[in-house]
């Protein structure tokens, strides 16, 4: 179906006055032209021309006429329907913004593991702080078009490069390698002369959005995979992950040595269920940004989560995100 210009005759034409909707949803609702006007403190003439004026737009007869009385058509009774219940959408709406002018939805698409790890335990003071916003999240793992989806921002990972959008740069990703304790122990990592080369050895665990992540780890740590016999075999242990909490809860039972950042990681470093392998992290120049469209950027609900959520990351002066 072709789409019509914004600004063409004949969108125009469907897009008919509020005055107009206005006389014809009273009209209909009364059934009588004499009532419509009593409804709405105007005169029985004016809501006949109003009503007139928009069955000439639209072409279409929406009232059957006998003398002084008046009954809905057909197309008038459907159209009824669909008029009344989108001016009381628009009055919900602005009787909502007139008693909250900061208040309002905002619908925010979130990295899974960073929105349970990270902005879940936290958002409970952006709602104290902002009682009349309405939080609504969506999890997506890679970038989408804005115009197509209804979504205010979005918290990415990658580069500054979307269009027609402003992207707030959070913070940086630092990963390390973690395995449970009992395949340090079995794997006697704490015997190694080089770990960084025993790790090759072993089974890794890979992640779907960064499925290069364990070669630039062992490039960045001079570690060559060519040279090594074993390696030949090992990576029929090897297993990949679409999301990151999956790839965790493999590392803590053991099935393989994850590259993970440390943030994700920090409840299982602290119940002893994951162990920091060597302390050699990898940086990207890839970075956590909070991107909003252009449309969107003075939107009141918007403005008051940028603000929440860039201090609390200035606060917190934290290292590293993730997904």
């Not at 992640?207 to 029929?236: G, Y």
């Amino acid at each position: 179906m072709n789409s019509l210009p914004a600004e063409s005759p004949q969108s125009k034409k469907l897009l008919p006055s509020t005055s107009m909707l206005a006389a014809f949803d009273a009209a209909a609702r009364t059934g009588s032209f004499t009532a419509a006007a009593k409804d709405l403190a105007l005169t029985q003439g004016a809501i006949s021309r109003q009503v007139n004026a928009l069955e000439l737009q639209i072409s279409v007869n929406l009232f059957n006429r006998h003398k002084q009385n008046i009954s809905l058509t057909e197309a008038g009774k459907t159209y009824a329907k669909e008029v009344n219940s989108a001016l009381s959408h628009i009055r919900s709406a602005t009787l909502n913004l007139m008693t909250n002018p900061d208040g309002g939805i905002l619908n925010i698409a979130i990295l899974p593991m960073f929105g349970s790890r990270w902005l879940m335990p936290r958002l409970a003071d952006f709602l104290a702080k902002h009682p009349q916003i309405t939080i609504n999240t969506v999890c997506k793992l890679s970038q989408f078009d804005f115009s197509h989806e209804d979504i205010h921002c979005a918290i990415h990972f990658g580069k500054a490069d979307w269009t027609q959008a402003n992207c707030t740069f959070l913070m940086a990703e630092e990963s390390v390698p973690v395995c449970s304790p009992k395949l340090f122990e079995q794997a006697e990592l704490a015997k190694a002369d080089n770990v960084c080369a025993s790790l090759i050895n072993l089974p890794l665990l890979h992640i779907a959005t960064r499925p290069n992540a364990w070669q630039r780890w062992f490039d960045e740590h001079k570690v060559n995979s060519t040279t090594n016999e074993k390696s030949k075999t090992k990576t029929l242990q090897d297993m990949h992950f679409e999301q990151f909490s999956i790839a965790t809860n493999a590392a803590v039972a053991g099935l393989g040595v994850a590259l993970l950042p440390r943030f994700l990681i920090e409840s299982e470093l602290q119940r002893g269920e994951l162990q920091v392998i060597c302390n050699k992290p990898q940086l990207t120049d890839n970075g956590y940004y909070l991107v909003s469209p252009n449309d969107k950027l003075n939107y009141a609900p918007m403005l008051a989560f940028t603000r929440w959520l860039t201090k609390v990351i200035t606060s917190e002066k934290s290292p590293s995100l993730n997904k």
